[in-house]
C-alpha cells in the first residue's frame, strides 16, 4: 500500500492530544485558503490607490488566485493520494506562506498579479492533501464527520471573517501587512505539520515509474489548461464582454479540453486514470460534487456587491463596511453547531435540503434590500438565513462526499470538491458582474439598486434549482453520522464498500 493511503503515517495511532492539534493545524490551512481571497475585499481599493491599478485590473488581484488554485486541485489531489500527503501539505504551505511575504514586499501591478497566482498553487496543494490526512487520522466514521465539520467549517469562516479581518488591517496597519499576516500563518503550519505528523513507513514501496502513471500527467494536464481557460474566460468576460473573441475562443477550447480529459480518463487503465469513470458510480458522489458551486458563489457574490455598494456609494468605511457583515461571521459559528446536531439526528440528505431551503428564505430577502434604512429588515435576516444554510449544506455536503467513496481516493475527491467551489465563485462572480452591468446600463446606472437585485434574483433562481436537482437526483440512502461502523459500512454503495476492503 502507498504512502499516500496513509496509516503509512501512524497518524490513526496518534493520541487524542496530537490528533486534536493536528486538526487545529489543518483548520488553520483551510481557513487560510478562503481568508486569501476575503480579506482583499477591504485591501483592493487600497492596494489599487497604492500602485495605480485599474478597477478592471484590479479583479485579477483575486482572479489569478482563484484561476491557479482551481486549476492545480486535481495535480494536489493525485499527489496526495499516490505520495505521502504531509509532504504535498509542507510543501503547499510553504508556497503560500513564503509567495505571501514576497507580495508584501512588491509596489507593482503585474508582479503583484504573479504572486497571488503562485498563492493560488500552494493553497491548491494544501486542501486535498490536508483532507487526506484528516481522513486518515480519524477512521472512525463518527469521529470523522465531527473532524470534517470542524475542517470544512473553517473553509467557511476564513470566507466571511476574511474581510472584516481584512478591514481591521487596512484600517489600523497597511494593505502589505494583509500579506504578511498569510506569510505568517503559513509558514507557521508547514513547520507544525513537519514536527508533528510522524515519518511515514512503507512497507510496500510501488516503482517510481508507476508512481508518475498513477499521476496521470497528461490527464490532469489537459483538465488543467482547461480550467485555466474557462476561470480566464469568465473573469475576462465581465470585463470585456463576453462577445469577444478572447473570451469566446477560450471557452470553445476549454470545453474541447474537458471533453478530451473525460475520453483520455476512459481510455487507459483505471490505476493509471487521475478520475477514472468508476468514480462516477459512487452513490451520490455527481450531485454532490455540484453541491459545491453554492457555498463560495453565495458568499461571495453577497460580499462583491454589499462591499462595493456599501463603501461606493453609501460612503461607508471599510470598518464600517465590515461591521455590517458581522451577521455572517457569527450566523457561521452558530451553523456550525446546528449542522453537527442536523448530522447526527437525521439522513444527510435531508440536512442538505433544509439548509438549501434556509438559504433560499434568505436569499430572497435580498432583492429587496435597496437603501440604507433596509439593512435590518431585509440584509440582517437575509445574512442571517442565507449564512445558516449555506454553511449547513456545505459541511453537510462535505462530509457525505467521503462517506459515499473509499478513503484511497479521499484526495482526489476533495480536489474535485474544493474545484467546484472555487468555479462556482469565479462563474458566478463574473455571471452576476456582467447581469449588474448590463441592468444599470437601462436602470439608473452604477449608484442603483437594480443591477445589484437582478443579481440576488439570479442567486435565489441557482440555489433553487440546486436544492430541486438535489431533491430529485441524490439517493436517501447515508445515515446519520452517530451511526456505528457496521451500519456505515452496509449503508455504503456496494461498488465504494468493495474498493474499501480492497484498497
Same mark, same amino acid.
Given at each position: &500500500?502507498?504512502?499516500?493511503?496513509?496509516?503509512?503515517?501512524? #497518524?490513526?495511532?496518534?493520541?487524542?492530544?496530537?490528533?486534536?492539534?493536528? @486538526?487545529?493545524?489543518?483548520?488553520?490551512?483551510?481557513?487560510?485558503?478562503?481568508?486569501?481571497?476575503?480579506?482583499?475585499?477591504?485591501?483592493?481599493?487600497?492596494?489599487?490607490?497604492?500602485?495605480?491599478?485599474?478597477?478592471?485590473?484590479?479583479?485579477?488581484?483575486?482572479?489569478?488566485?482563484?484561476?491557479?488554485?482551481?486549476?492545480?486541485?486535481?495535480?494536489?489531489?493525485?499527489?496526495?493520494?499516490?505520495?505521502?500527503?504531509?509532504?504535498?501539505?509542507?510543501?503547499?504551505?510553504?508556497?503560500?506562506?513564503?509567495?505571501?511575504?514576497?507580495?508584501?514586499?512588491?509596489?507593482?501591478?503585474?508582479?503583484?498579479?504573479? =504572486?497571488?497566482?503562485?498563492?493560488?498553487?500552494?493553497?491548491?496543494?494544501?486542501?486535498?492533501?490536508?483532507?487526506?490526512?484528516?481522513?486518515?487520522?480519524?477512521?472512525?466514521?463518527?469521529?470523522?464527520?465531527?473532524? =470534517?465539520?470542524?475542517?470544512?467549517?473553517?473553509?467557511?469562516?476564513?470566507?466571511?471573517?476574511? @474581510?472584516?479581518? %481584512?478591514?481591521?488591517?487596512?484600517?489600523?496597519?497597511?494593505?502589505?501587512?494583509?500579506?504578511?499576516?498569510?506569510?505568517?500563518?503559513?509558514?507557521?503550519?508547514?513547520?507544525?505539520?513537519?514536527?508533528?505528523?510522524?515519518?511515514?513507513?512503507?512497507?510496500?514501496?510501488?516503482?517510481?515509474?508507476?508512481?508518475?502513471?498513477?499521476?496521470?500527467?497528461?490527464?490532469?494536464?489537459?483538465?488543467?489548461?482547461?480550467?485555466?481557460?474557462?476561470?480566464?474566460?469568465?473573469?475576462? $468576460?465581465?470585463?470585456?464582454?463576453?462577445?469577444?473573441?478572447?473570451?469566446?475562443?477560450?471557452?470553445?477550447?476549454?470545453?474541447?479540453?474537458?471533453?478530451?480529459?473525460?475520453?483520455?480518463?476512459?481510455?487507459?487503465?483505471?490505476?493509471?486514470?487521475?478520475?477514472?469513470?468508476? &468514480?462516477?458510480?459512487?452513490?451520490?458522489?455527481?450531485? #454532490?460534487?455540484?453541491?459545491?458551486?453554492?457555498?463560495?458563489?453565495?458568499? $461571495?457574490?453577497? &460580499?462583491?456587491?454589499?462591499?462595493? @455598494?456599501?463603501?461606493?456609494?453609501?460612503?461607508?468605511?471599510?470598518?464600517?463596511?465590515?461591521?455590517?457583515?458581522?451577521?455572517?461571521?457569527?450566523?457561521?459559528? #452558530?451553523?456550525?453547531?446546528?449542522?453537527?446536531?442536523?448530522?447526527?439526528?437525521?439522513?444527510?440528505?435531508?440536512?442538505?435540503?433544509?439548509?438549501?431551503?434556509?438559504? &433560499?428564505?434568505?436569499?430572497?430577502?435580498?432583492?429587496?434590500?435597496?437603501?440604507?434604512?433596509?439593512?435590518?429588515?431585509?440584509?440582517?435576516?437575509?445574512?442571517?438565513?442565507?449564512?445558516?444554510?449555506?454553511?449547513?449544506?456545505?459541511?453537510?455536503?462535505?462530509?457525505?462526499?467521503?462517506?459515499?467513496?473509499?478513503?484511497?481516493?479521499? %484526495?482526489?475527491?476533495?480536489?474535485?470538491?474544493? +474545484? +467546484?467551489?472555487?468555479? %462556482?465563485?469565479?462563474?458566478?462572480?463574473?455571471?452576476?458582474?456582467?447581469?449588474?452591468?448590463?441592468?444599470?446600463?437601462?436602470?439608473?446606472?452604477?449608484?442603483?439598486?437594480?443591477?445589484?437585485?437582478?443579481?440576488?434574483?439570479?442567486?435565489?433562481?441557482?440555489?433553487?434549482?440546486?436544492?430541486? +436537482?438535489?431533491? =430529485?437526483?441524490?439517493?436517501?440512502?447515508?445515515?446519520?453520522?452517530?451511526?456505528?461502523?457496521?451500519?456505515?459500512?452496509?449503508?455504503?454503495?456496494?461498488?465504494?464498500?468493495?474498493?474499501?476492503?480492497?484498497?
Amino acid at each position: &500500500m502507498e504512502a499516500s493511503t496513509q496509516d503509512a503515517n501512524g #497518524l490513526a495511532g496518534l493520541s487524542s492530544a496530537r490528533k486534536s492539534l493536528l @486538526l487545529a493545524v489543518f483548520c488553520f490551512a483551510q481557513f487560510l485558503d478562503t481568508f486569501n481571497n476575503s480579506s482583499l475585499f477591504s485591501a483592493i481599493p487600497r492596494i489599487s490607490d497604492s500602485l495605480d491599478i485599474t478597477n478592471a485590473n484590479s479583479v485579477w488581484l483575486l482572479s489569478a488566485y482563484q484561476l491557479t488554485f482551481a486549476a492545480f486541485l486535481l495535480s494536489s489531489g493525485r499527489l496526495s493520494d499516490v505520495y505521502n500527503a504531509n509532504y504535498v501539505f509542507i510543501s503547499g504551505a510553504s508556497i503560500m506562506g513564503l509567495s505571501a511575504l514576497g507580495g508584501g514586499f512588491v509596489r507593482s501591478q503585474v508582479p503583484l498579479i504573479v =504572486i497571488r497566482a503562485l498563492m493560488g498553487i500552494g493553497a491548491a496543494l494544501t486542501v486535498p492533501s490536508a483532507l487526506q490526512l484528516v481522513v486518515t487520522m480519524y477512521p472512525d466514521p463518527s469521529q470523522q464527520g465531527k473532524a =470534517i465539520t470542524i475542517f470544512v467549517g473553517t473553509s467557511a469562516l476564513g470566507n466571511v471573517i476574511g @474581510l472584516f479581518i %481584512g478591514a481591521i488591517i487596512v484600517a489600523f496597519a497597511s494593505w502589505p501587512w494583509v500579506f504578511y499576516v498569510i506569510a505568517i500563518t503559513g509558514i507557521t503550519i508547514a513547520v507544525l505539520s513537519w514536527i508533528l505528523v510522524p515519518k511515514a513507513q512503507v512497507s510496500e514501496e510501488p516503482s517510481r515509474q508507476n508512481k508518475f502513471k498513477r499521476l496521470d500527467p497528461i490527464g490532469v494536464g489537459i483538465l488543467s489548461i482547461a480550467l485555466i481557460l474557462f476561470v480566464f474566460a469568465v473573469t475576462s $468576460g465581465s470585463i470585456t464582454g463576453w462577445g469577444s473573441a478572447r473570451v469566446i475562443a477560450n471557452l470553445i477550447i476549454a470545453i474541447v479540453l474537458i471533453i478530451a480529459f473525460f475520453v483520455w480518463e476512459a481510455s487507459i487503465p483505471e490505476e493509471f486514470a487521475a478520475v477514472p469513470p468508476r &468514480m462516477w458510480r459512487y452513490q451520490n458522489l455527481g450531485i #454532490l460534487i455540484a453541491t459545491a458551486l453554492l457555498p463560495f458563489l453565495w458568499f $461571495g457574490i453577497v &460580499m462583491m456587491l454589499y462591499s462595493w @455598494l456599501w463603501q461606493e456609494v453609501y460612503g461607508w468605511s471599510a470598518v464600517n463596511t465590515a461591521i455590517r457583515f458581522l451577521p455572517i461571521n457569527v450566523t457561521g459559528l #452558530l451553523a456550525l453547531v446546528v449542522s453537527d446536531v442536523g448530522q447526527k439526528n437525521f439522513r444527510l440528505k435531508w440536512v442538505i435540503l433544509a439548509g438549501m431551503f434556509i438559504a &433560499m428564505v434568505g436569499t430572497v430577502l435580498l432583492p429587496f434590500a435597496d437603501s440604507q434604512s433596509r439593512y435590518w429588515g431585509f440584509v440582517f435576516p437575509g445574512f442571517v438565513l442565507g449564512t445558516t444554510g449555506v454553511t449547513i449544506t456545505f459541511t453537510t455536503a462535505n462530509i457525505t462526499v467521503f462517506k459515499v467513496t473509499p478513503p484511497t481516493v479521499a %484526495g482526489v475527491v476533495g480536489a474535485l470538491f474544493n +474545484c +467546484c467551489l472555487n468555479l %462556482g465563485c469565479a462563474t458566478g462572480s463574473a455571471i452576476i458582474t456582467s447581469i449588474q452591468t448590463s441592468v444599470e446600463i437601462h436602470h439608473g446606472g452604477p449608484t442603483s439598486y437594480d443591477g445589484r437585485a437582478a443579481g440576488f434574483w439570479f442567486l435565489f433562481a441557482f440555489v433553487t434549482l440546486l436544492a430541486v +436537482c438535489v431533491a =430529485i437526483f441524490m439517493e436517501n440512502t447515508v445515515p446519520p453520522v452517530k451511526k456505528d461502523i457496521a451500519n456505515e459500512l452496509e449503508a455504503r454503495p456496494p461498488v465504494a464498500a468493495k474498493e474499501s476492503k480492497s484498497g
